[in-house]
């Protein structure tokens, strides 16, 4: 099976949509994906099965701060464990860490969500904070960061929005 990693489309939207209601208990209303969208379109990726063109995955980030923040990434529950979280994660990481030239990548992750924490783990993120009640149902977050390696170590601050 080949799979093929492109910006999204307008088009894409109901797609993903369904991928994000599957994958999270408390999924991104449509809006605020499109939001997400307009505002940076070159952080927002896909992937498809490159026969079928069907959409399997996404993952959506932007720039604050200096820093690249990733908004959500998720895969199809039938596509899963196969490495296509890492393209995608790894195609957004080039577009910013590369072209960008941001100082770090960071992220809030669901404190009991072990799938997602060691994919990042496996990718060269650390835990930086504990951000408790981070979610609407009471729940916590760890929020991860992972450096540029390609800029020299600086003891930056890591400013994020908690909104
Ligand atoms: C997190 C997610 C995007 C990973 O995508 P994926 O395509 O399944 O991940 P990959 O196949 O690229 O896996 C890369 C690494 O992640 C870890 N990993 C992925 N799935 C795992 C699982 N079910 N159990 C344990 N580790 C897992 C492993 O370390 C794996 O490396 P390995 O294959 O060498 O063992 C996917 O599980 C998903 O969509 N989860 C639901 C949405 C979500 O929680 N998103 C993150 C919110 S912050």
Same mark, same amino acid.
């Given at each position: 099976m080949y799979f093929k990693i492109r910006g999204m489309k307008d088009k894409d939207i109901n797609r993903i949509i369904d991928i994000e209601r599957e994958s999270f208990e408390y999924s991104y209303p449509p809006s605020l994906i499109m939001q997400v969208y307009t505002s940076f379109p070159e952080g927002f990726l896909v992937v498809e099965e490159a026969n079928s063109k069907k959409l399997i995955g996404y993952i959506m980030g932007i720039i604050e701060w200096g820093n690249g923040h990733i908004i959500s990434i998720a895969v199809d529950r039938e596509y899963k464990n196969k490495g296509i979280g890492t393209m995608l994660l790894n195609a957004l990481e080039h577009i910013l860490f590369k072209?960008? =030239?941001? =100082?770090n990548m960071v992220l809030e992750v669901k404190f009991d969500n072990k799938i997602a924490r060691k994919f990042y783990y496996s990718k060269g993120y650390n835990d930086k904070r504990l951000l408790k009640n981070y979610y609407d149902d009471g729940s916590d977050a760890i929020l991860m960061v992972k450096k540029n390696p390609y800029i020299p170590s600086k003891n930056s601050p890591i400013i994020v929005n908690m909104w």
């Open positions: 072209r960008y =030239n941001i =100082n």
